[in-house]
């Protein structure tokens, strides 16, 4: 048997599409955004993705204050790669969605490969009471909501990001993103390794079918080569199994509270780092091993976490 392959593991504790009522283990506090991405990092999450909410209502934010309460103790406590949000939340404006990334300069921050649809209200049918009049309005909203990631747009954040040294996830919501992507290949604006975040399973992206990963997978190969490093995230119930397949086939994953609220069929996820055991134990049933940061970070040519600032 060949040496096992290394598998990075990010985990994406909150972020914007759940809201605070959705689960009572959903991180909204810095002290608890904190706790929960050091507590994935100990699990085996090589990478954390980073949004912040606002401590009073968990309302998405992307103001640098809020970040700066919880970035340096996760720095502190741990060696992970931090990548920190630019996609915000949907209902942002790009610049205040860019905010957090140009204060910090981090390593690797997310980049939204398209402008699309973003379909939150079903979700509304699933919570039966909400705690606040905003997380009603953020779902509700959703129906006629575009994000906006327009080729102007990811330029701006490719050019303004990457001239402090800052590295890419791309998220890859649909096949046309791949196309998008390798247009700023080919304009040079994107340097390899790239890491192909590919999102399966929200409203408005591909969908969660194994057809789709594998659709994503052979458009990837083709138009990137050897340049690329794969990624899977599958949102809700398509986490793990999604993960699982794209393991078995060379990608890395994504989980994270963000993602997913779930652990398994009706059962609510306690933890990020509960996710971060569940497919770690899938991967080391694969034979596969885990990825370190530093191991991370050299797949990923990163610059250092101590370029970063904060
Ligand atoms: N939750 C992901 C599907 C971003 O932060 O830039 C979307 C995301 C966007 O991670
Ligand atoms: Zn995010």
Redesign the pocket.
């Known amino acids: 048997m060949s040496k096992s392959r290394k598998v990075i593991i990010t985990c994406?504790v909150t972020?914007a599409?759940h809201t605070p009522s959705m689960s009572p283990h959903l991180p909204v506090t810095p002290a608890e955004i904190a706790d929960a991405a050091i507590g994935a990092a100990e699990a085996g999450a090589a990478i954390i993705?980073l949004?912040a909410r606002d401590p009073k209502d968990g309302r998405p934010t992307q103001d640098p204050a809020v970040f700066q309460e919880f970035l340096p103790r996760i720095k502190t406590s741990t060696s992970a790669v931090i990548n920190i949000?630019?996609?915000?939340s949907p209902h942002m404006t790009v610049q205040e969605r860019l905010r957090p990334a140009h204060h910090f300069q981090p390593e690797l921050a997310?980049l939204?490969m398209g402008s699309m649809n973003f379909g939150l209200y079903p979700m509304l049918e699933r919570t039966k009471e909400f705690k606040h009049q905003w997380e009603i309005d953020h779902l509700t909203n959703s129906r006629d909501l575009v994000f906006k990631n327009t080729f102007a747009d990811v330029e701006y954040i490719l050019t303004s990001c990457g001239a402090n040294g800052t590295r890419f996830e791309f998220?890859c919501y649909d096949i046309s993103h791949l196309y998008n992507l390798a247009h700023f290949v080919d304009r040079k604006l994107a340097t390899p390794p790239f890491f192909v975040q590919s999102?399966f399973g929200?409203l408005g992206g591909i969908g969660g079918h194994p057809e789709d990963l594998m659709h994503m997978k052979r458009t990837a190969d083709r138009l990137f080569g050897a340049d690329f490093v794969w990624s899977i995230?599958g949102?809700g119930r398509n986490q793990i199994p999604l993960a699982t397949m794209g393991a078995a086939q060379g990608s890395n994953v994504r989980v994270g509270l963000?993602?997913s609220l779930w652990i398994g069929p009706g059962r609510l996820a306690e933890s990020n780092a509960d996710q971060v055991r569940k497919i770690r134990m899938v991967l080391e049933g694969l034979s596969l091993e885990i990825a370190t940061p530093d191991e991370a970070r050299q797949m990923l040519a990163l610059k250092g976490a101590s370029e970063v600032k904060f």
Do not use: F, P, R
């Not at 949000?85 to 915000?88: A, E, K, L, R, V």
């Open positions: 994406a972020g599409i993705h949004h949000t630019t996609g915000g997310s939204n998220e999102v929200l995230l949102a963000e993602d």
